[in-house]
């Protein structure tokens, strides 16, 4: 069953139906609230966190990537800590990006580990501990701004431009995982990718920092010139995706729209094969979907990468400044 976020969840006006889930919402705040007065553990090293407060996909990981390697750039060793949505398998603990395999660990798994040691699974408390021990003199967590188990140095909370904050409802009224106003403590610095359609900028007290910017495709792009694209995705927002390849110029004969970490069945993959079939018709995808095709079907597929640039990219580097010397 393909599930998708409610469009009431993005209308501005309170609506009918998310007047009437309200009461549960109270319950959602409740409960975020309690959840955030749990001790925290302090590590011996520095601890990154990049998430998001909303339901569905605001490219947190594609900024969870970038912050990795901006920290190996500067000759640290960092490690990553994931939950692993999407997988089929239960596995915990380091991740292999050669022996384990996105279906059964989960597609931001396995993008990550390709980068940097990742460890997988819902106790970040015991993967951080055995991280260090394995070596990581910093890490960074995709995902977790709600789980208070470690201590945070720097919390950077990722909002797509776009989408912003919906309705600004709690679950199940709204997209909402907690309320701004009880994040906002705990932030560090806000991070908006697209035009900031709903101001959230102007939302935000002013002495919190906001990285500005867009997620922009990789050099792979230049491949699909020329001709008609089949572009299919099982991310948060797929439309963003064909929102990409449409602002490059690009023809697109079709778009499929699957649902978030989607594990493609045989039946899925010979159809999206036939459509291919025409003449100058290339299939093309994003890096999360990509990683789950069986390894034969990768080879008909343009796999297209995003990554984030900067409209005040100074910011960025203090904020790394200040996080490594903490």
């Known amino acids: ?25 109270k319950v959602t ?27 569905g996909g605001t490219g947190k990981t594609p900024m969870s990537l970038h912050l990795l390697q901006k920290l190996i750039q500067r000759g640290r060793t960092p490690h990553a800590l994931t939950r692993g949505h ?4 239960k596995k915990t603990g380091l991740i292999s990006p050669t022996l384990d395999r996105a279906v059964d660990v989960g597609d931001e798994t396995i993008l990550l580990a390709r980068l940097a040691p990742t460890w997988r699974g819902p106790d970040r408390r015991a993967n951080a501990l055995r991280a260090i021990e394995a070596g990581a003199d910093c890490l960074v967590m995709d995902d977790g701004l709600q789980d208070p188990s470690l201590h945070k140095d720097l919390s950077l909370l990722v909002i797509d431009g776009p989408a912003g904050l919906g309705n600004q409802r709690l679950l199940p009224a709204g997209p909402l995982r907690e309320s701004l106003p009880d994040l906002l403590p705990r932030l560090h610095a806000t991070v908006i990718l697209g ?27 230049q491949k ?28 697109l004969l079709r778009t499929l ?23 100058e018709t290339v299939l093309v995808t994003t890096e ?24 005040n990219p100074r910011l960025m580097d203090e904020l790394l400044d200040h996080f490594l010397a903490e």
């Open 195 to 221: 035009d900031d359609r709903q101001h959230i900028a102007g939302q935000l007290p002013p002495s919190l920092p906001v990285l500005k910017g867009t997620l922009s495709p990789g050099a792979a792009i």
């Open 257 to 279: 729209t699957f649902p978030d970490h989607h594990i493609y069945s045989a039946r899925e993959l010979k159809k999206l094969a036939q459509l291919a079939h025409m003449p």
């Open 86 to 89: 999407g997988g089929r398998s």
């Open 1 to 25: 069953m393909k599930l998708t976020a409610p469009s009431f969840w993005q209308t501005p006006a309170p609506t009918m139906l998310s007047n009437l889930l309200l009461p549960f919402s």
């Open 288 to 311: 999360k979907d990509f990683v789950k095709l069986p390894p034969l079907f990768q080879n008909f597929v343009v796999s297209l990468d995003v990554e984030p640039r900067w409209s």
């Open 224 to 251: 699909l010139r020329g001709y008609q694209l089949i572009a299919f995705a099982g991310i948060g927002r797929p439309q963003k995706f064909f929102s990409t390849l449409q602002d490059a110029g690009l023809t």
């Open 29 to 55: 705040g409740f409960v975020a609230r309690q959840r955030q007065t749990q001790p925290s553990l302090r590590l011996p090293v520095p601890v990154l966190c990049c998430g998001n407060i909303t339901v």
